[in-house]
C-alpha cells in the first residue's frame, strides 16, 4: 500500500512544528547569497552542460532550481544527464542492472527540473527505482533508501509505507543515521541525518524526523557550523548546507540560521579575485576551486529554505545576478557575472579533481564512482 506525501504531513507538522520559510532577513539575505553563489557555479560549467560527472551534475542542478536562478543552466545540465553515455554509465542499465541511489539521484534531479521522469533519455527512471525495491520496503543501502524515499514521497504515486518504515527503522540510537542499515547501536553522522530527514519529511514520517532533528541540534557546532563524519574532520561548508536545509524543513530555524550563517562565512566576497567571487570554500583552510565546486552546489539548498524535499522549477528564472558587490551595471539575463558585472567566461573545467578529505567521501558518494563501491559494500552488509 502506498504513502503519499500528505498521507503523514499532519503528523510531522505536529511533531516539528514544519516550517519551509526562512524569517525575513534571514532569507532575503541568504537568497541573495545563494544567487551569487549559482552565478558562480554557472561559470564552471562545462561546454557539454555537465560539472565533470553525473552526480555532481545532479548537484548543481538542486543547487539552480533552489535558487531559483540559472534555468538554462538547468537545463543544459539535464540534457547532459540524459545523454545515453552519461545515464547508463552512472545508474547501470535493465539488462545489467539499476544501481539504487545512483538512480534515485537522477529521477531527483529530473524531478526538480521539472523533466520528464518516464522517459529520461529513453529511460522510465520511476519506474526503474520502483524495480528496485524489495518485499520488505528496503532499497540496496542507507543513501539508496534515503534518495528513494525522498524522491518516491515527492512523485504522484507516493511512496510505500513499508519503505518508510524501513528507512526509519534504520535510525542510530543516538537519533541520527549512519553507514548501518540496522540502526540501533551506531553512531550518527550529519550528512546521511541530512538526507534522510529530507526522505522522512517528504514522506510525513514524524517521530523519526523529530529524533534526527534532535540529534544534529545536538552535535551543532557553536560558530553554527557541522562536521564530516570521520575522525578530525573540519567544519565544513557541505555538511552545514545540508544540515542548514535538514533544520529549516523541519522547523527548527534558530539552528538553521546559525547554520546559513557559518556557510556564509566561507562564500568569496567582493574582496575576493573576480573569478571567485560567490564562490563557498569547504572549509577554513581557504578557496580550492577543486573542491569548491561541490562545496557550493551542496551548500546553496541550504541557503535558501528550498531543500530537497522541496524542490520546485515552476519559479525559476534565467537570471544570474551574481554578488552584489555595488556595480551599477545590470547583468543581461542569463549571463553569469563577476564583480563588475560583466560576464564570467565560461571556460571549460578539465582535471579538477575534488579535494575534499577522502572520508569525506559521504559527500563524494553522490558524485561519482566512489557511490558505487561504497553501495557494494552496503548491500554486503545487509547479507
Excluded at 500528505?6 to 514544519?18: D, I, N, Q
Excluded at 517521530?207 to 532533528?213: D, F, G, H, T
Excluded at 565544513?236 to 534558530?254: F, I, K, M, P, W
Excluded at 574582496?271 to 569548491?292: H, K, L, V
Aim: overall charge negative; some cysteine.
Amino acid at each position: 500500500m502506498l504513502s503519499k506525501v500528505l498521507g503523514r504531513t499532519a503528523v510531522v507538522a505536529a511533531c516539528v512544528g514544519l516550517s519551509v520559510t526562512l524569517t525575513t532577513g534571514t532569507a532575503a539575505a541568504s537568497t541573495s547569497q545563494a544567487r551569487g553563489a549559482v552565478t558562480w557555479l554557472a561559470a564552471q560549467a562545462h561546454d557539454d552542460g555537465g560539472f565533470g560527472d553525473a552526480g555532481l551534475t545532479a548537484d548543481a542542478i538542486f543547487a539552480f532550481v533552489s535558487a531559483d536562478a540559472g534555468s538554462q543552466y538547468t537545463a543544459a545540465a539535464v540534457e547532459f544527464l540524459s545523454d545515453r553515455s552519461v545515464l547508463d554509465g552512472y545508474i547501470g542499465t535493465a539488462e545489467a542492472g539499476f544501481r539504487a541511489p545512483q538512480t534515485a539521484k537522477i529521477l531527483l534531479a529530473a524531478q526538480a527540473a521539472g523533466a520528464d521522469v518516464t522517459d529520461f533519455g529513453g529511460v522510465n527512471l520511476e519506474a526503474a527505482l520502483r524495480g528496485l525495491e524489495g518485499t520488505d520496503g528496503r532499497f540496496s543501502g542507507v543513501l539508496a533508501q534515503q534518495l528513494s524515499v525522498l524522491v518516491l514521497a515527492r512523485s504522484d504515486q507516493g511512496v510505500s509505507s513499508a519503505a518508510v518504515d524501513a528507512l526509519a527503522g534504520m535510525q542510530c540510537d543516538d537519533g541520527g543515521y549512519s553507514w548501518s542499515t540496522t540502526g540501533g547501536a551506531c553512531t550518527g553522522d550529519v550528512d546521511f541525518t541530512a538526507y534522510a530527514l529530507a526522505g522522512l519529511l517528504a514522506a510525513g514520517e514524524g517521530v523519526a524526523s523529530e529524533r534526527a532533528l534532535n540529534w544534529l541540534e545536538s552535535v551543532q557546532g557553536e560558530s553554527g557550523g557541522f562536521t564530516a563524519g570521520f575522525p578530525g574532520a573540519p567544519e565544513n561548508s557541505n555538511s552545514t548546507g545540508l544540515a542548514a536545509g535538514a533544520l529549516a524543513s523541519g522547523g527548527r530555524q534558530a539552528a538553521a540560521d546559525k547554520a546559513v550563517a557559518f556557510v556564509l562565512s566561507l562564500q568569496q566576497g567582493c574582496d575576493a579575485p573576480a573569478d571567485e567571487q560567490g564562490g563557498i570554500a569547504y572549509d577554513a583552510s581557504g578557496f580550492q576551486p577543486g573542491n569548491a565546486i561541490m562545496a557550493t552546489a551542496q551548500s546553496v539548498t541550504g541557503l535558501t529554505g528550498e531543500f530537497l524535499d522541496t524542490l520546485d522549477f515552476s519559479d525559476d528564472t534565467a537570471e544570474l545576478p551574481g554578488l552584489d558587490c555595488g556595480s551599477e551595471t545590470t547583468p543581461s539575463e542569463g549571463e553569469a557575472t563577476d564583480a563588475a558585472g560583466g560576464p564570467v567566461a565560461q571556460l571549460p573545467v578539465t582535471g579538477s579533481s575534488l579535494t575534499i578529505p577522502v572520508m569525506a567521501g559521504v559527500l563524494a558518494l553522490l558524485v561519482g564512482a566512489t557511490l558505487l563501491v561504497v553501495s557494494r559494500r552496503r548491500v554486503t552488509a545487509t547479507g
